[in-house]
Structures are given as structure tokens and as C-alpha cells.
């Protein structure tokens, strides 16, 4: 159980466009859903929360105009990056928290995203 | 502020026992996680500790001190593919997970 996939695994985009990314929760309801980015040889860092039906929460530094998050229902999430630049590229991984005690985060397999 | 520490790098043998270290600052605490991360994967889930004491599955330990903010992750007859990032992370009194920066473990035969 606790499966979280996402979609697309990986994907190439020109400057300026945008990209979407989808993370669901296959097999549970995922009240709260967190968006990473990780950067070569570095660790995860978290972009932001979000919760079912409300707004997402950035981390300081992350822009929300440019990364959009919308979490409209207990399964799916998504990111889109807005406008993208090459300095966008990165690892974007999802992961998703069941309610009640259980703090583990289930991850998604993550996107690589690369903007030429 | 919240701080988590490991070391950047460990460097063990095949057939070895290896101990990671994770010291931690944070506001409130909720257990503390150890993931895997293979390069270019996402990570996946090893241990959650919450009480003080040693968790044993497997190969793989990990052992809590509250008191002491340490925990470690203890790898036993260690095999190739168990070179990969090993994260720390704390679970703070928001619920949300502080990370550490990765333990990159090189195996060698």
C-alpha cells in the first residue's frame, strides 16, 4: 500500500513554456502534499505544502506565481512551473502524508525536468 | 533555528557494519526518519524511531537518544547495492519534516 506515482517521470521543455506535473496517491487520501526539488549532489528541499482544498504554503525563497500548486482533490496534486528557465532543471519529487498519526511521507518516483 | 548534521560522505566495505550518524535541533520533536536514496531516484522509507532505544530490521538499525538529539543508522553485512544517500530527517512540532543534507555511502569490494 502507500503508493504515490507521478507523471511524467521526466520531461525536456523550451525556455518560456510551462510544465505540469501530476503526483497522486494511488491507494490512500492524502490530506497534506509536499513538493521537492532537488538539485544534483544536494539534498531535498522543500518548495512547499499543500493541503486538500486549501491553499498551498511556500517555503521562503520559493516564488508561487511561478510554481503553482493546485491540490484540488485528496489524490492528486500538481506543480506547474511557470516560465520556465534552465536554472528551473531539477529533480521535482511529490510526496504525500496520510491523516491521523501516521507522519511518513509516501514519495513519488520524482520528474526530472530539464529546460533547454 | 533547525539543524540536522550527518556526515557528507562514508566510504565502508563489503561485508562490513557501518554506522551513520544524524545529530539534530529542533523546535519540538516527532520521530525521526532514515530514508535510502539511490542517485536519481526518490527516496524510500528505512525507520521511524520516536522512543529512545534500537529499532532492528534486518541489516538494517536504527537507534534513538531523545535526550542526547542523536540518532544513528547501523548497516550490517553490507552489500554493493547499499551504496546510495542515507537521509535523516525529524518530524518537528509542526509535523513537518526537517532534513538533513545526506550521508553519501560509497561500498567497495
New interface residues.
Given amino acids: 500500500g502507500a503508493v504515490v506515482s507521478q507523471h511524467p517521470s521526466w520531461v525536456i521543455c523550451k525556455s518560456g513554456t510551462s510544465v505540469k506535473i501530476e503526483c497522486r496517491s494511488l491507494d490512500f487520501q492524502a490530506t497534506t502534499m509536499f513538493w521537492y526539488r532537488q538539485f544534483p549532489k544536494q539534498s531535498l528541499m522543500l518548495m512547499a505544502t499543500s493541503n486538500e482544498g486549501s491553499k498551498a504554503t511556500y517555503e521562503q525563497g520559493v516564488e508561487k506565481d511561478k510554481f503553482l500548486i493546485n491540490h484540488a482533490s485528496l489524490t492528486l496534486s500538481t506543480l506547474t512551473v511557470t516560465s520556465a528557465h534552465p536554472e528551473d532543471s531539477s529533480f521535482y519529487i511529490c510526496s504525500a502524508r496520510d491523516g491521523g498519526q501516521d507522519y511518513e511521507q509516501y514519495f513519488g518516483p520524482g520528474t526530472r525536468l530539464t529546460v533547454t | 533555528g533547525q539543524n540536522i548534521d550527518q556526515p557528507t560522505e562514508m566510504t565502508a566495505t563489503e561485508g562490513a557494519i557501518v554506522q551513520i550518524n544524524c545529530t539534530y535541533q529542533t523546535s519540538g520533536f516527532?520521530?525521526l526518519?532514515w530514508y535510502q536514496q539511490h542517485a536519481?531516484?526518490?527516496?524510500?522509507?528505512l525507520s521511524?524511531n520516536v522512543l529512545d532505544g534500537l529499532e532492528e530490521k534486518g541489516r538494517f538499525s536504527s537507534f534513538l537518544s531523545r535526550s542526547k538529539g542523536y540518532s544513528y543508522l547501523l548497516l550490517k553485512e553490507l552489500q554493493m547495492k547499499d551504496s546510495a544517500s542515507y537521509?535523516c530527517a525529524c518530524?518537528d512540532s509542526n509535523?513537518?519534516?526537517i532534513?538533513?543534507?545526506?550521508t553519501k555511502l560509497i561500498i567497495k569490494p
Avoid: K, S
Fill in positions: 516527532n520521530g526518519f536519481g531516484e526518490a527516496p524510500t522509507f521511524y537521509l518530524v509535523y513537518q519534516l532534513w538533513g543534507a545526506g
